[in-house]
Nanobody, 121 residues
Framework: QVQLVESGGGLVQAGGSLRLSCAAS????????MGWFRQDPGKQRELVAT???????NYADSVKGRFTISRDNAKNTVYLQMNSLKPEDTAVYYC???????????????WGQGTQVTVSS
């Protein structure tokens, strides 16, 4: 089993910055793609950013140029640096990780518990 623990959410004024962290622990042979998603009440969960094991990144158009995803493979941790935050970035942010628990077996998808980000205008 794998656990993802997020931290770094909170309340910030528009134009401010926050940095989210997500640390994975448990039975991990390798971490494949990791990413951040967000969800507003009553809306579908949407992709914010992803990063592959090789460091290739992908961003939602709404956050390009403002958010940066990165990872520390030695710590099994993924980060999301969020700058120039806007009220519409307010949501619960979820960490996602695609994990290979043992060499040669399939990967499994895991989610964190979510962390609230609130941007006031």
């Amino acid at each position: 089993q794998v656990q993802l623990v997020e931290s770094g959410g909170g309340l910030v004024q528009a134009g401010g910055s926050l940095r989210l962290s997500c640390a994975a622990s448990g039975r991990i042979f390798s971490m494949e793609q990791m990413g951040w998603f967000r969800q507003d009440p009553g809306k579908q969960r949407e992709l914010v950013a992803t990063i592959t094991g090789g460091g290739r990144t992908n961003y939602a158009d709404s956050v390009k140029g403002r958010f940066t995803i990165s990872r520390d493979n030695a710590k099994n941790t993924v980060y999301l640096q969020m700058n120039s935050l806007k009220p519409e970035d307010t949501a619960v942010y979820y960490c996602n990780a695609n994990v290979r628990p043992t060499f040669g077996v399939r990967t499994y998808d895991y989610w964190g518990q979510g962390t609230q980000v609130t941007v006031s205008s």
